[in-house]
């Protein structure tokens, strides 16, 4: 719920056309300042191997420490940084970071993990997008391979024609692209067969009903199958509770997310789990890859 009884506070879960000018100015100028300022971080949830129990990816995610509110999730300024038409630029510094750290933790000695950004629509439908991909990875020498782009259905409804031109030039690339929180947005299926399009994300509300709720068993089964017979990989969200785990295990899901494996982490934390030292134990069930 939004925290409108704080005092002074600005309701950010308030539609933004809705607040007044001077909220929304100030909103844009915390924003810009947030860039300046480095007040911005990244947080990384691992992706559980669901077969073997190793993590083999980590998804980034946004936080801003707002020097006044505290820690700040997504869901607080995301929504409102699209309409404001300020996320390209912090999307641009998210896939900054992201590149940066993937070279950070190849000169240390890291596991080779994927990395998954999250992408606003209203960036990558820009004409500048893909050639700006281009120029990160360069910049910090990752290859395509390490960094996987996550798109909602939603934001596939918004590209229309360039969709097609877009997923092209990111399979040329060689940048593969997970449809997140599937299954909870309003479109067509079409943009499952465009090219670069390999994973499937299941979004956490199908998870939730895991394993005793007859829709959510049939609703994910039947993702589970088509993911299969379209060749594309399986990622289940916000899995919390062992049984969850079970049911996704034995239903063929490839790879899992959620609290049950661990938080998103600062990137020191995700270090630790693949050095020898004790783990806490509520990550216990995290089994760190095998460095090659
Ligand atoms: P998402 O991409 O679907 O990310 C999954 C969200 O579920 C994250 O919330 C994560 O912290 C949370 N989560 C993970 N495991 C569990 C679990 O077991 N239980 C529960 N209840 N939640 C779990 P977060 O970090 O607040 O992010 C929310 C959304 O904000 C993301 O949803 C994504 O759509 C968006 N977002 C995050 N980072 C970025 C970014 O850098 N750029 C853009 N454009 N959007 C971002
Ligand atoms: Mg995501
Ligand atoms: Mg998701
Ligand atoms: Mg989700």
Redesign the pocket.
Known sequence: AAKSSERNTLRFYTPIMQADARQRLQLVSELRRALINGEFS??Y?PSMDLRSGRIVAV?????WEHPERGEL???EF?AVA?SLGL?RR??EW?LQTACAQIRTWDRIGMPSLRVA????AR?LAHPAFVEGLGRALREHQVTPQRLVL?I?EGAMLGLGDDTERTMRALHELGIEVAI??FGTGYSSMAYLKLPAVSWL?I??SFVTGLPHGTNDVAIVEAMLAMARSLGLGTIA????HEAQHQFLLKAGCDEG????YS??LQPAALERLFNPRPVPTRLSLVQPRQQP
């Open positions: 990244l947080r949830q998804e980034a995610l946004l936080r999730p997504p869901g995301v699209e996320i912090i999307d998210v950004v999250n992408v606003s960036w996550e909602t997140d929180d994300k979004d956490r969200e916000g899995i919390e997310q959620g609290y049950l938080y998103p």
